[in-house]
């Protein structure tokens, strides 16, 4: 079964009552089941249940997707992406605010199959992007990459379906950071939660500020959740992947 997902925002008035009947009415055209489901509050529900949507999409500039699995969910993304086009704000006309100052550099790599480096390999992958963003110097990123190992050989950092999250709080570090890597293929990060194909760096400096502990425990909580977590694994977009770390972070 095909799934596609379009991700928006709301505008400063969410998406009214009449157009969510709209909504409803453009998907009874097609066989595929669609679902709105709000990033920030981690529910969904039925687009044929406009009053649950209301519920999930009154919220000024709350980020959404739709979720549309069925045999006709290409022909259905196409219709509904000019629908959302119409009545909300896409990923670059609204850009949120975050309670702090951070970097976020993102890419998307892959690594040929077989070997038994894919963690190593990742995790100096993400110090060399923290270093190109300057979270921190070129000489610091060798003590950084061991400090994001050291951490690994504890526990393995899988934190939901999917996902990895190397972190580290030092002295070293003057701002917090973030960058993810996106594999095409799941790899073995050798957890008993399984493979990831999301490995998402977090550096933190120590002591961080209060408003930064909360910000990505938030995040961590996220991770936690089944639904934010395929919704980060399925995004293939840079300013997508953005915008729902950024969301979680909130």
Not at 22 to 34: D, R
Not at 94 to 101: D, E, H, M
Not at 245 to 250: K, Q, S
Request: proline share 6%.
């Amino acid at each position: 079964m095909l799934e596609r997902r379009i991700t928006f925002y709301c505008g400063a008035a969410g998406l009214p009552s009449y157009q969510l009947n709209q909504l409803k009415k453009l998907t009874g055209y097609f066989q595929s089941h669609v679902e709105l489901f709000n990033v920030s509050q981690l529910t969904r529900a039925p687009v044929s249940q406009p009053l649950k949507m209301l519920s999930l999409a009154n919220k000024p500039h709350a980020l959404c997707q739709l979720i549309i699995n069925g045999s006709d969910a290409e022909l259905a993304n196409l219709v509904l992406t000019d629908f959302i086009a119409q009545y909300a704000l896409s990923l670059t006309q609204y850009t949120p605010s975050v309670p702090f100052k951070i970097s976020l550099p993102l890419t998307s790599i892959g690594w040929a199959d077989g070997g038994e480096n894919h963690k190593i390999d990742t995790i100096t992958q993400l110090s060399q992007m923290l270093v190109a963003q300057q979270a921190i110097t070129s000489e610091q990123q060798p003590a950084l990459k061991q400090a994001l190992l050291a951490r690994e050989n504890v526990s393995a950092t899988v934190m939901g379906p999917g996902i990895a999250l190397p972190h580290v709080m030092h002295e070293m570090i003057a701002k917090p950071a973030m960058a993810i890597v996106c594999h095409p293929q799941a790899i073995d990060w050798g957890s008993s939660r399984g493979n990831i194909s999301r490995a998402v760096a977090m550096i933190l400096p120590k002591p961080p500020q209060k408003v930064v502990i909360m910000a990505f425990a938030q995040f961590s909580k996220c991770l936690l959740n089944e639904d934010y977590c395929t919704a980060l694994t399925l995004a293939q977009q840079p300013q997508e992947l953005k915008a729902l770390i950024i969301e979680a972070l909130r």
